[in-house]
């Protein structure tokens, strides 16, 4: 194969070659004039370098967003995938603790008809708004239980080298990794002082916080890609309090 590879270069080289030779005896057989045509090779030959730079930065280029576009498709699918094992319960999980979450809720109710102002609108609200944890609101032994039983699969996200490509997701998951951690630390949530669950209460906000974002970026992603996708995502929007997958 390789054998074959090389003969073909070798054949498209001696090709362009004498397709060259052709053309400039073309040339001096029109013109009858020796002086002219060295002139316009010389010419041509002292732009060569000129070409060939920008050539080969316009190739460069190319390649690289294409190497991009390959990684971003790669990270997207891991992402997908955190979301259907992870991210969508969790997000609907952790919504249980935010103080005035049907603000929240409001404000990322997706549907179909969403378009790009849309989603402009709802990560801008959550640039801008203050989350208020409270996670004595819900029982966090089911959430402790949960999470701890997709610790493994956290560490298989964390250990996919694409990841390194997308810093806000990979801060996404060490967020959520230390959020499992802090409740596995826990025999029991019973009696806590005050430093503590405040201390919890920030955990929870730093991974509801990175997660909103990283979900409604992700929903925008499936409208442009891959719309049937979004179809389901959104009958199955985790802010949504009865969710149903069912098409009416």
Wanted: charged share 25%.
């Amino acid at each position: 194969m390789l054998h074959k590879l090389i003969l073909n270069k070798k054949l498209m080289v001696c090709s362009l070659f004498l397709f060259s030779i052709i053309l400039y005896s073309l040339d001096y057989v029109l013109l009858g004039s020796a002086k002219e045509l060295a002139v316009w090779f010389l010419g041509n030959l002292a732009f060569l370098p000129i070409y060939v730079i920008i050539v080969t930065l316009m190739i460069e280029q190319v390649v690289k967003e294409r190497e991009r576009q390959v990684v971003m498709r790669k990270l997207n699918m891991v992402i997908g995938v955190f979301f259907s094992e992870v991210g969508n319960r969790l997000l609907k999980e952790l919504s249980v603790y935010v103080v005035s979450s049907d603000d929240l809720k409001r404000h990322l109710l997706i549907n179909g008809s969403w378009k790009e102002l849309e989603f402009t609108t709802a990560l801008e609200y959550l640039r801008k708004s203050t989350v208020s944890i409270e996670s004595n609101r819900s029982e966090k032994n089911d959430l402790k239980r949960y999470l701890v039983g997709k610790r493994g699969f956290l560490v298989s996200l964390l250990e996919n080298q694409n990841l390194l490509e997308h810093e806000e997701f990979t801060d996404l998951l060490w967020a959520v990794f230390h959020l499992v951690e802090e409740l596995d630390a826990r025999t029991t949530f019973e009696n806590m002082p005050q430093s503590d669950i405040d201390h919890i209460n920030g955990d929870i906000k730093r991974v509801f916080g990175l997660l909103s974002r990283e979900w409604v970026m992700y929903m925008q992603h499936l409208k442009h890609d891959y719309p049937y996708l979004f179809s389901l995502a959104v009958r199955l929007n985790p802010m949504i309090d009865s969710m149903d997958p069912i098409v009416y």
